[in-house]
């Protein structure tokens, strides 16, 4: 028996992995690596190399190594790309989805926690999001994740699904040396690249009705973030009452412009960052209360801003 981690080979899959063998679940990982690393992945644990568009595959893994529940981090999750690739969104976070749950029903598995996020919100007309907010997505990449939650609420009606989707808000820092952030679109990637090729950082808006101008945004370490994907499958094998969704959030924005001071003063590089204009499909703010899962899911935020640069800053170096 075993849980199989799409997208396991992934900077939040592969931490999620790790947080469910220290707790002593087996675990089996499926990635097409197009932006994961199969060396995230612990030698111990099963590894397929597949696209969830293969149904074929994904049912002959059910069948072949007793999985009972799917924690599904695969996806394309850049909002500001997916606005110029929508059809390639669609197909890799609703197309995708929709056969992992086919290939979920016929195999005999019925929970999931799903990996779903903060731009499902858009940008709200609240100071603190929360479950009960509007959700009203403003790129293809949000709305592929509101899709994704339709999808196993309507699965929950027709076969009994048993899940739950977790809207993460922006996820950074490194629960291992060995595991880092790569994507060329995050934020600290993005900072930490210009820095070791000695440039100059950029701010994507510095015109945002925010105190500073900056995007504000609620940050979160990645090894937090893993151990509330753990209680999530372990309230599920439970069959406890769990809610179809949860913020996972810290309550509290940082700006960009924050972020920038952070890592100046943990790389010992200073810097003062250039302009540039604002990206299509990012909000000016979005923070979120994550009350109900510390209620239900161990959510607290056990790390500072000045850890989570930390620890993303030293895995970044070793990965050097």
């Not at 931490?15 to 499926?30: K, S």
């Not at 949860?246 to 100046?264: D, F, P, Q, R």
């Given at each position: 028996m075993a849980w199989l981690v799409t997208g396991g080979a992934g900077y939040i899959g592969s931490?999620?992995?790790?947080?469910?063998?220290?707790?002593?679940?087996?675990?089996?990982?499926?990635d097409d690596l197009s932006s994961g690393h199969e060396e995230f992945v612990p030698e111990s644990v099963p590894f397929i190399r597949g696209t969830l568009?293969?149904?074929?595959?994904?049912?002959?893994?059910?069948?072949?190594?007793?999985?009972?529940?799917?924690?599904?981090v695969a996806g394309f999750k850049y909002a500001g790309v997916s606005v110029k690739r929508p059809l390639h969104t669609y197909e890799q976070n609703v197309t995708a989805?929709?056969?992992?749950?086919?290939?979920?029903?016929?195999?005999?598995v019925d929970?999931?926690?799903?990996?779903?996020?903060a731009a499902v919100y858009g940008t709200p007309d609240t100071d603190l999001v929360t479950e009960a907010t509007p959700t009203k997505p403003e790129s293809p990449y949000g709305e592929t994740k509101l899709i994704g939650e339709w999808l196993l609420r309507d699965q929950e009606i027709a076969v009994g699904l048993r899940h739950t989707s977790l809207r993460y808000f922006n996820v950074v820092g490194s629960g291992a040396p060995d595991l880092f952030d790569s994507s060329p679109h995050n934020l600290?990637?993005?900072?930490?690249?210009?820095?070791?090729?000695?440039?100059?950082?950029r701010i994507n808006g510095n015109d945002y009705p925010t105190p500073d101008g900056t995007c504000v945004r609620d940050y979160i370490h990645v090894?937090?973030?893993?151990?509330?994907?753990l209680a999530a499958a372990k309230r599920l094998d439970a069959h406890a009452p769990i809610e179809?969704?949860?913020?996972?959030?810290?309550?509290?924005?940082?700006?960009?412009?924050?972020?920038?001071?952070?890592?100046?003063?943990?790389t010992g590089i200073e810097f003062t960052p250039e302009y540039g204009p604002r990206r299509q499909g990012d909000p000016a703010r979005i923070v979120a209360s994550g009350e109900l899962a510390a209620r239900?899911?161990?959510?607290?935020?056990?790390?500072?801003?000045?850890?989570?640069?930390?620890?993303?800053?030293?895995?970044?170096?070793?990965?050097?």
């Open positions: 931490h999620v992995v790790r947080a469910f063998l220290e707790d002593g679940i087996d675990v089996v990982v499926i568009l293969d149904r074929e595959l994904l049912e002959s893994v059910f069948r072949a190594h007793n999985i009972t529940g799917v924690v599904h989805t929709t056969t992992l749950l086919a290939a979920m029903e016929v195999s005999g929970a999931v926690v799903f990996s779903s996020s600290f990637p993005m900072v930490f690249d210009a820095l070791t090729a000695g440039k100059t950082p090894a937090d973030l893993a151990l509330s994907h179809p969704v949860y913020n996972l959030g810290s309550g509290e924005g940082v700006s960009v412009s924050e972020i920038m001071t952070a890592i100046a003063q943990e239900d899911l161990d959510w607290r935020m056990r790390h500072s801003l000045t850890e989570m640069v930390s620890s993303a800053w030293a895995a970044r170096q070793a990965a050097s």
